[in-house]
């Protein structure tokens, strides 16, 4: 036992035991974050297949929303052309009449 209380060499095998345990310990802790790392990733993939799949049925809702306001501005001008027209018809009819 005295030996390696008193021989030199002795010390640099512990120091070098040392070293490994924190070495060890560093690799451990990096796989630990590696592995959260990866449960992250995967997370955010299935947030980005979620998101890829909303944003296309928004896509599809804007398309037939942009189409239903179309025609509704369409039959909004037929409508006022219609009213402009039945207008314009009543005052021709007015002033004809007044003239015979």
């Known amino acids: 036992m005295d030996y390696f209380s008193n021989d030199p060499s002795a010390d640099v095998v512990n120091r070098v035991r040392g070293e490994i345990t924190q070495v060890k310990d560093i690799m451990i802790e990096n796989i630990e974050k590696v592995l959260d790392r990866g449960e992250k990733l995967d997370l955010l993939v299935d947030k980005t297949e979620l998101l890829q799949g909303e944003a296309f049925a928004f896509r599809r809702e ?9 025609w509704k501005n369409v039959r909004m001008w037929f409508i ?4 402009v027209a039945a ?4 005052i021709v009819m007015l002033t004809v009449g007044f003239n015979h």
């Open 62 to 70: 804007a398309k037939r929303a942009r189409r239903v306001m179309w």
């Open 80 to 83: 006022m052309g219609g009213v």
């Open 87 to 90: 207008i314009i018809f009543i």
